[in-house]
């Protein structure tokens, strides 16, 4: 049900759509361009203890503290978030975040014609999280549903058992 | 303003209006509470100015002019409150204040059939009044056929608003043809006050001038000449107005201050945040500087490193005054405070007098709002449970009026705000039997508690203080509510009490919550800082002084034994087994002796949330960013005194 | 005799209107606030409105406004206190056919009344 109506509501438009494409652990992954506020070096993230699973830690972003959040553990794909290079930082429902990706590669702008619902395939709870897969001239890329991946209520709920820590 | 105003008044008429005036009353202080708590916004003020307005008009018509011109008075303040034309100051709201203090007192002077009162010269600013205009003469239109008319109009003297009769009048003549000119002009008409007024037209017949006129009260036709006479140019009433000077002293004082929201604060405090990095970056470059290759380079190296100083020293000034920019005397918030401690007792039957000291300490804008609430909740405790009747008060050989004093004052980064009263105390057994009688303890469990594990019981949630629940301090909100509140500023609130002689509440909290210096440990991959408010003292760890009892590791301090825990386990970080110190921290009675590796010295730090993303995370109130750039974890020791591991 | 409608938020008001205004045999009507006398007035086509300036709700120019948009020959006099010579102003210029202030005067009430409403 989710995937035809991420892909509806993309499909719905005609002409193109800019994504900025990074990768975690060999994958491409894309996220609209309007919502990346910047792209940093990776700092050094402070680790938060207790907190929801896929919250990596914190860092400085020029004086401010911002989450930065760990997609690896969020889709559950293995590997290390010290790998990472970057830090992409997101505008969420309403706050400010950043996600470690191993690499930026470009920003690009992809036809609506080239979205494609995910393939039936892909299964299990982080399909929701995909708007969905676009067919670049040598790969494919993932483009997240960022308000669905990282939906704060969601992301409290299912670190319930871990911040019962007192 | 009539007194008499002819209307004959049936009891059940008196009551309706003292019904209705009490309603007013009551959202007068409601409003003038909140103003003083600096939450005024429109709508409130609207009320307000309704509410007196109203009442204005209901004391006219019983005939009560003194009320009425009381009422006035305060209706024209409130009008230039929300007009903004006057700021909100701590003497404007006491005047307020005291003027619904005389309303009552006449409304009750009334109630009781007496004579109709006086005005009690209070609320007396008066809002200033727009300087009359000059008259401004309308290019004449050229000739026409009709003769042109000069029509001079007189205004009664007790016509109110001669603006609108005047207006009423424009409006009848321009019927009978356009106006050519008029004195007052139209467009300056809301101000006009004076008793005369002039049109010039053309007209057939000026006798229909009069018929025009005939259904406006309170107006006059004086003449109508044809323009040949020549006609004195009548000229709007110049009367001085008593005041201006006044009103214009207050609004330059008003004009010295200027409101800022505290985000904006919050923002420039970051900015300087910024400066205090980007300087500790230059100073490092500038020792990195190989200077004395060549005098030239020696004397830029030098130049560049005091530069650098002084640029420090600025920021370190920079940020001071922000922080004091924040900073209100806790007046503000006490002032509240007499008249409810006031209030309550006279509800109770009791005979209560507040003492406040302290009141130029100064707080954190943020924390005084939050601090409000507490302490409301404290005093009413105090009222309600504490002080006794005046008969067992008497029968105890104490005074028959009670005392509750209220205290502030500075420590180390923080203010200590007292709350004590010299009542009955708290009853340690009654606690402890209501506790069983609730089903909170059991009476086993409650025979081993101690008098402190007692007390500590009345900050259990949904535990009230008394074995009755009264009207005054409501159902349902304990010293819970308190206690959670003065956490959210990272306060401690701690009581003690003597049976007989009183208790005595004590809040700690950070003097601003932005900024507070800190222990700053290293454990395991991290750097935390500690409260110092909160650090007791530090031991170096050795042999002789860890020890274990049931599993549970101890620190052995001069005979005394503290719960020992690895900070680094609190935090669920790897325990890299380097902890060579142990920090004391504690809270009231409670303590508890943290292992850490290396400490770090102290620091003032600067404390910034995790963000509207992450919120609250338990057992941490943010993190500060360190002189390097990185980040450190600001330690809630609140969180781990609580843990079992606390003695 | 006249239908006339009593605007006024303070119910103390309204009675003692109602009370000379009936004495003076006419039929009386109420509303506490501007949004409830726009709601009566289509109901009843009332001769004549008393409308107090001040009400929450909807305040009485507001109402007057609203009333003459719809009924353009509605006669409308508002009851104002001092200091509002502005908003009596204004009011005049949208339509309002007199004032009066208060505290009123029983005479004086009924002078404006009866200027409205030819006997």
């Keep these: 049900m989710s995937e035809s109506e991420g892909g509806a509501k993309l499909l719905g438009d005609d002409g193109e759509l800019q994504f900025v494409l990074f990768e975690i652990e060999g994958v491409t992954y894309g996220v609209e361009v309007e919502r990346v506020l910047e792209i940093v070096l990776r700092p050094e993230v402070s680790r938060v203890p207790s907190a929801v699973d896929c919250v990596e830690g914190v860092i400085n972003l020029r004086g401010t503290v911002l989450p930065v959040l760990d997609l690896r553990r969020r889709f559950r794909l293995g590997g290390d978030a010290a790998r990472a290079t970057h830090v992409v930082i997101l505008q969420l429902q309403g706050a400010l975040a950043g996600i470690s990706v191993d690499g930026v590669s470009q920003v690009v702008r992809i036809p609506v014609a080239a979205i494609e619902p995910p393939p039936a395939a892909i299964t299990g709870p982080q399909v929701r999280y995909i708007e969905g897969i676009a067919k670049l001239e040598t790969k494919l890329c993932v483009l997240l549903d960022l308000d669905r991946a990282f939906d704060p209520g969601e992301i409290a709920l299912t670190a319930g058992g871990d911040q019962d820590g007192r | ?300 190296r030098q130049e560049l490193s005091r530069s650098s100083l002084h640029l420090g020293r600025v920021t370190l000034d920079l940020q001071e005054t922000i922080m004091k920019a924040r900073m209100l005397p806790i007046e503000h ?63 105890a050989g104490k005074p028959e009026q009670g005392r509750i004093i209220l205290r502030a004052a500075t420590e180390e980064g923080y203010v200590v705000v007292d709350v004590a009263d010299d009542g009955g105390g708290i009853d340690a057994e009654a606690v402890k039997r209501t506790a069983i009688s609730r089903g909170v303890l059991t009476p086993e469990q409650a025979e081993r508690l101690s008098m402190h594990e007692a007390q500590e019981l009345l900050f259990a949630p949904g535990f009230s203080t008394s074995e009755e629940v009264t009207e005054i301090s409501g159902r349902g909100v304990g010293l819970d509510a308190v206690r959670a509140s003065l956490e959210r500023l990272s306060g401690v609130v701690d009581l003690s009490t003597e049976p007989g002689q009183g208790t005595t509440f004590r809040l700690r909290i950070p003097l601003t919550l932005a900024i507070m210096r800190a222990l700053m440990v290293r454990t395991g991959d991290a750097i935390y800082a500690l409260p110092l408010g909160s650090v007791r003292q530090i031991v170096r760890l050795g042999k002789d002084n860890v020890q274990t009892a049931h599993g549970r590791p101890l620190l052995a301090d001069r005979g005394k034994l503290i719960g020992l825990r690895s900070l680094a386990q609190i935090y669920d970080a790897p325990d890299s087994g380097e902890d060579a110190f142990a920090v004391v921290v504690g809270a009231g009675d409670r303590q508890v002796a943290l292992k850490v590796a290396a400490l770090l010295g102290e620091q003032e730090i600067v404390l910034k949330s995790f963000g509207d993303f992450l919120g609250a995370v338990p057992g941490l109130t943010g993190a500060t960013i360190l002189g390097n750039g990185e980040l450190a974890l600001v330690a809630d020791v609140r969180y781990f005194l609580r843990g079992k591991e606390a003695s | 005799m006249a239908k006339i409608l009593v605007v006024d938020d303070a119910m103390f008001m309204r009675s003692r209107l109602r009370g000379l205004l009936e004495g003076a045999g006419h039929e009386v009507t109420e509303a506490p606030n501007g949004k409830e006398a726009v709601e009566r007035f289509s109901e009843l086509q009332p001769d004549l409105v008393l409308m107090d300036v001040t009400m929450p709700e909807m305040d009485g120019l507001e109402a007057l406004k609203k009333i003459r948009s719809t009924s353009p020959t509605a006669k409308v006099i508002m009851c104002s206190a001092l200091g509002q010579q502005s908003i009596v102003l204004e009011a005049i210029k949208a339509g309002a056919k007199d004032f009066i202030v208060k505290p009123f005067r029983p005479e004086k009430v009924l002078e404006a009344v009866g200027r409205q409403i030819p006997q």
Aim: proline fraction near 6%; hydrophobic fraction near 45%; glycine fraction near 8%.
């Design chain 2, 333 to 395: 918030l006490f002032r509240r405070f007499p008249r409810l401690v006031r209030d309550l007792g006279a509800k109770s039957g009791k005979r209560v007098q507040l003492e406040i000291y302290g009141q130029d300490t100064e707080l954190d804008r943020m924390v005084m709002d939050e601090l409000g609430d507490p302490l409301t909740h404290i005093l009413r405790n105090a009222v309600d449970h504490g002080i006794e009747s005046p008969e067992k008060r008497l029968a």
């Design chain 2, 1 to 300: 303003m009539a007194g008499d105003g002819g209307w004959t008044l049936t009891d059940d008429d008196r009551q309706l209006f003292l019904a209705e005036a009490e309603e007013m009353v009551q959202a007068l202080e409601e409003g003038a509470l909140a103003l003083e708590r600096g939450g005024e916004n429109p709508e409130m003020l609207q009320a307000m100015f309704r509410a007196a307005h109203t009442l204005k008009g209901n004391s006219g018509l019983v005939g009560e002019a003194g009320i009425a011109a009381h009422m006035h008075n305060m209706e024209a303040l409130l009008d230039d409150l929300r007009g903004g034309r006057v700021a909100v100051t701590p003497a404007l709201v006491q005047q307020v204040l005291s003027g619904i203090d005389s309303l009552r007192e006449m409304l009750a002077q009334f109630a009781q059939g007496g004579s109709p009162v006086e005005a009690a010269p209070v609320a007396a600013t008066a809002a200033p009044v727009e300087a009359p205009l000059a008259a401004q003469p309308a290019p004449l239109a050229p000739g026409q056929a009709m003769p042109r008319y000069i029509v001079h109009l007189a205004i009664d003297a007790a016509c109110p608003m001669p603006a609108v009769r005047v207006f009423q009048a424009y409006q009848a003549i321009s019927r009978l043809g356009p106006l050519e000119r008029t004195d007052p002009p139209q467009e300056h008409l809301a101000q006009f006050e004076g008793r005369s007024a002039t049109v010039v037209l053309r007209l057939g017949h000026p006798e229909d001038v009069k018929e025009a006129l005939s259904g406006i009260d309170e107006i006059q036709l004086e003449s109508v000449q044809a323009e040949s006479v020549a006609s004195p140019a009548a000229t709007a009433g110049q009367a001085g107005q008593a005041g201006p000077q006044a009103a214009e002293a207050e609004r330059e004082a008003a004009a010295q201050t200027v409101r800022v929201r505290v985000e904006l604060l919050d923002h420039l405090m970051n900015l300087v945040g910024e400066l205090v990095l980007d300087r500790t970056r230059i100073a490092d470059l500038v020792s990195r500087l190989d200077g004395g290759k060549d005098q030239e380079s020696e004397e830029l």
